[in-house]
């Protein structure tokens, strides 16, 4: 017995996938279809550049246009977890995405088990559907460079984990939505 909390989220939908794999759309969607708005987005992107500013533009002007005004957006780079408390009950919420909030905690220098725990928690007290996106970043070659590995590494543990306690697992493929739970 490991002590911890393993109990089920079948109200959680983790939406797998590689870079511009699509995935960002198709968990719009789901999120659109499981539940009248509003619909929260919990962004855990933050604008470092101008490039990432006019990525967020873009996305924020797709959410408008594909939602029409239903979403309610909530940045949440280090804490989705108190943005999932925060939400509406029973409302549908899309966190996007887990790996850019690992990453966040990790150049942070935060402690990364202590996170989880907290996002997990959050998790479980939720009622209404979730939909999480994350990055499948283990598919290419090993990096040289240790951060990378261990980045890699904590991002496929956190990946399983979830994955184990989901109710439907997506890996989404060129824009197509394989269901692997
Ligand atoms: N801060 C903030 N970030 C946002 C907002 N809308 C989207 N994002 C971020 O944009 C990121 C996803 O965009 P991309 O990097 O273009 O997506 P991608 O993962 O390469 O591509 P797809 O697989 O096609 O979704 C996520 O990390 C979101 O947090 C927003 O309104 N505010």
Request: glycine fraction near 10%.
């Amino acid at each position: 017995m490991s002590g911890r909390d393993e109990t089920p989220w079948p109200h959680v939908t983790l939406v797998l996938g590689g870079a511009r794999s699509g995935k960002s759309r198709h968990a719009e969607a789901l999120v659109r279809a499981a539940g009248p708005a509003p619909w929260t987005y919990v962004a855990t992107a933050e604008a470092w550049d101008d490039e990432m500013r006019a990525r967020i533009a873009h996305h924020r002007a797709e959410r408008a246009a594909s939602g029409g005004g239903g979403w309610v957006t909530v940045d949440a780079p280090l804490d989705p977890g108190g943005a999932l408390l925060a939400a509406p009950a029973e409302s549908p919420v899309l966190v996007d995405c887990l790996t850019l909030w690992l990453t966040n905690l990790m150049l942070g220098g935060h402690d990364v088990d202590a996170a989880s725990e907290v996002f997990f928690a959050a998790l479980s007290a939720r009622r209404g559907p979730v939909v999480l996106v994350a990055n499948e970043v283990g598919l290419g070659i090993v990096p040289e460079n240790a951060l990378a590995r261990a980045f890699r590494d904590a991002a496929g543990r956190l990946n399983q984990r979830i994955a184990a306690r989901a109710g439907r697992v997506l890996f989404i493929v060129a824009g197509l939505p394989i269901v692997v739970k």
